[in-house]
């Protein structure tokens, strides 16, 4: 699946980029950015560098000693009750979801974060300013493959307390919708979607933070959003303010123009978009599920999100991803459906004959992995005398129908000609169930990397039914006859 984007070249015009939404991404070069802490007040240091594949998202406090990590993971946040605090390794960071939004938005997969202070700087109080330190930095692909996890099936979140609903259902894209509704007359309902994560750069990461007057009366009492400022929120003004009121903030705020504008806001640049608020609640929504640590493919409806619903919603997609992963991509025999090659052209590949040719059928076949089937009989000439009493398909006998189906794979990706393919390493190999007479082995290998200079790496896996029975990384060579 390819993916457009936009980016800035060193000039700052647009050109778009194409991303391979299949691989995964990385910074070209680290970037920073300096600003104060919303409700610390805390002036910090981000840095974004790049990062391995695999290495997700992890903060660094490089200001405490031993500079601890911190892994973007849901089973690590500690407060959400003024943004996303995560908390590991005696080290705190807080307020990461919009710049873990920016991240996931610009279609990154790796990338650690280091911040001397424990809060990430609030800058306008949207995701736009981490999106252009992205662009800046540059992303590159990796490679290694993306590895996405569908939704299957409906996952359910409700909160009777807060009167929240999040649901997320099959789709074949990451796409997210947001309603809300603080039964404000400035407000009203309100609802933004996200289509494709392509669009979020300009459709959504400039929409800025809200909060209600009263709810910034309440911070304020309690020497909280110390590094407030009109600049970086919205203020939403639903009930009449008077003088003293407007005198006090224009102390706090160390403004001599405060007034309140038709529109019902506090005295703040104009609106991006005319429903901002929503759209900055799905903004949220990206940042808070990156916590989850899987790149998911689903359709999300949040009505009435917030940190903490967004946080539990997200262990509930963990674990149910955790809890099916062990099914991802096992493949599915169906006897009735026409193979890709039957034995006979199997011969015609392979040089293996009876009693050595381990593969009676290939049943799917890409340019990055192969299927085949073995149909393990009573009669095999193995189990005369391999546990007799008790017939147990040989394990080096199952790697070696890995290899068959490799060596067919590794073969048809090769130019013209007669090739045969030697194993010259197995690693990681590991025996998990036993495959008996009557089974049906399903054999399943997939590239590791490209096949470079006749050198062939992949992983091999074998079935029965849903049971992974056998596992294994091997390296074979391509050799011409």
Same mark, same amino acid.
């Given at each position: 699946?390819?993916?457009?984007?936009?980016?800035?070249n060193?000039?700052?015009?647009?050109?778009?980029?194409?991303?391979?939404? /299949?691989?995964?991404?990385?910074?070209?070069?680290?970037?920073?950015?300096?600003g104060?802490?919303?409700?610390?007040g !805390?002036?910090?240091?981000?840095?974004?560098k790049?990062?391995?594949?695999?290495?997700?998202?992890q903060?660094? %406090?490089? @200001?405490?000693?031993?500079?601890?990590? #911190?892994?973007?993971?849901?089973?690590? !946040?500690?407060?959400?009750?003024?943004?996303?605090?995560?908390?590991?390794?005696?080290?705190?960071?807080?307020?990461v979801?919009?710049?873990?939004?920016?991240l996931?938005?610009?279609?990154?997969?790796?990338?650690?974060? &280091?911040?001397?202070?424990?809060?990430?700087?609030?800058?306008?109080?949207?995701?736009?300013?981490?999106?252009?330190?992205?662009?800046k930095?540059?992303?590159?692909?990796?490679?290694?493959?993306?590895?996405?996890?569908?939704?299957?099936?409906?996952?359910?979140?409700? @909160?009777?307390?807060k009167?929240?609903?999040?649901?997320?259902?099959?789709?074949?894209?990451?796409?997210?919708t947001?309603?809300?509704?603080?039964?404000?007359?400035?407000?009203?309902?309100?609802?933004?979607?996200l289509k494709?994560?392509?669009?979020? =750069?300009?459709?959504?990461?400039?929409? +800025?933070?809200?909060?209600?007057?009263?709810?910034?009366?309440?911070?304020?009492d309690n020497?909280?959003?110390?590094?407030?400022?009109?600049?970086?929120?919205?203020?939403?003004?639903?009930k009449?303010v008077? @003088?003293?009121?407007?005198? %006090?903030?224009?102390?706090?705020f160390?403004?001599?123009?405060?007034?309140?504008?038709?529109?019902?806001?506090?005295?703040n640049?104009d609106?991006?978009?005319?429903?901002?608020?929503? +759209?900055?609640?799905?903004?949220?929504?990206?940042?808070?599920?990156?916590?989850?640590?899987?790149?998911? =493919?689903?359709?999300?409806?949040?009505? %009435?999100?917030?940190?903490?619903?967004?946080?539990?919603? $997200?262990?509930?997609?963990?674990?149910?991803i955790?809890?099916?992963?062990?099914t +991802?991509?096992?493949?599915?025999?169906?006897?009735?459906?026409?193979? !890709?090659?039957?034995? *006979?052209?199997?011969?015609?590949?392979?040089?293996?004959?009876?009693?050595? $040719?381990?593969?009676?059928?290939?049943?799917?076949?890409?340019?990055?992995? #192969?299927?085949?089937? =073995?149909?393990?009989?009573?009669?095999?000439?193995?189990? *005369?005398?391999?546990?007799?009493? /008790?017939?147990?398909?040989?394990?080096?006998? *199952?790697? &070696?129908?890995?290899?068959?189906?490799g060596?067919?794979?590794?073969?048809?990706?090769?130019?013209?000609g *007669?090739?045969?393919?030697?194993?010259?390493?197995?690693?990681?190999?590991?025996?998990?169930?036993?495959?008996?007479?009557?089974?049906?082995?399903?054999?399943?290998?997939?590239?590791?990397?490209?096949?470079? %200079?006749?050198?062939?790496?992949?992983?091999?896996?074998?079935?029965?039914?849903?049971?992974?029975?056998?596992?294994?990384?091997?390296?074979?060579?391509?050799?011409?006859?």
């Amino acid at each position: 699946m390819i993916s457009q984007a936009e980016t800035k070249n060193a000039n700052g015009s647009i050109m778009a980029a194409t991303f391979n939404a /299949n691989k995964q991404h990385t910074l070209k070069t680290a970037a920073s950015i300096s600003g104060t802490g919303l409700h610390t007040g !805390v002036m910090a240091h981000l840095t974004l560098k790049p990062a391995t594949p695999g290495f997700g998202f992890q903060f660094q %406090r490089v @200001d405490l000693p031993d500079q601890p990590i #911190i892994k973007a993971d849901c089973d690590l !946040v500690t407060d959400v009750s003024r943004g996303t605090t995560l908390e590991s390794n005696g080290a705190k960071v807080s307020t990461v979801e919009h710049v873990l939004a920016a991240l996931v938005g610009m279609g990154v997969d790796n990338c650690l974060l &280091e911040i001397n202070g424990p809060e990430m700087p609030i800058m306008d109080g949207s995701s736009q300013p981490f999106v252009e330190l992205i662009e800046k930095a540059g992303v590159v692909e990796q490679d290694a493959a993306k590895i996405w996890y569908s939704i299957d099936e409906n996952i359910y979140y409700y @909160d009777e307390k807060k009167n929240v609903e999040m649901v997320a259902m099959p789709s074949m894209n990451y796409e997210i919708t947001t309603l809300i509704d603080f039964n404000s007359p400035v407000l009203g309902t309100q609802h933004a979607g996200l289509k494709q994560i392509s669009d979020f =750069k300009n459709e959504i990461a400039p929409c +800025r933070t809200f909060c209600f007057l009263h709810e910034l009366e309440m911070l304020l009492d309690n020497n909280l959003i110390k590094g407030g400022d009109l600049n970086n929120a919205i203020v939403v003004v639903d009930k009449p303010v008077g @003088d003293a009121e407007m005198k %006090r903030l224009k102390k706090i705020f160390e403004k001599e123009h405060i007034e309140v504008k038709s529109e019902g806001y506090l005295n703040n640049l104009d609106l991006r978009f005319p429903n901002e608020p929503a +759209r900055h609640k799905l903004l949220d929504v990206v940042g808070d599920l990156a916590l989850i640590g899987y790149p998911i =493919k689903g359709r999300i409806i949040a009505n %009435r999100p917030g940190h903490s619903t967004n946080v539990e919603f $997200a262990k509930k997609i963990k674990q149910y991803i955790k809890k099916n992963k062990h099914t +991802r991509g096992i493949p599915v025999y169906n006897p009735a459906q026409p193979p !890709v090659y039957e034995h *006979q052209y199997i011969e015609k590949i392979l040089p293996h004959r009876f009693p050595f $040719a381990l593969v009676d059928k290939i049943i799917e076949l890409s340019d990055t992995h #192969i299927v085949g089937i =073995k149909n393990v009989t009573f009669n095999e000439w193995f189990f *005369q005398g391999h546990f007799p009493g /008790n017939p147990v398909m040989p394990g080096v006998l *199952q790697i &070696e129908a890995l290899a068959q189906c490799g060596g067919i794979l590794a073969i048809n990706l090769s130019d013209e000609g *007669q090739y045969d393919t030697y194993f010259l390493k197995i690693d990681n190999c590991k025996f998990k169930n036993m495959v008996k007479p009557g089974d049906t082995l399903i054999l399943k290998m997939e590239l590791s990397a490209p096949i470079r %200079r006749g050198i062939c790496e992949m992983k091999g896996t074998t079935y029965v039914g849903n049971k992974v029975c056998a596992e294994a990384d091997m390296v074979a060579q391509i050799v011409k006859r």
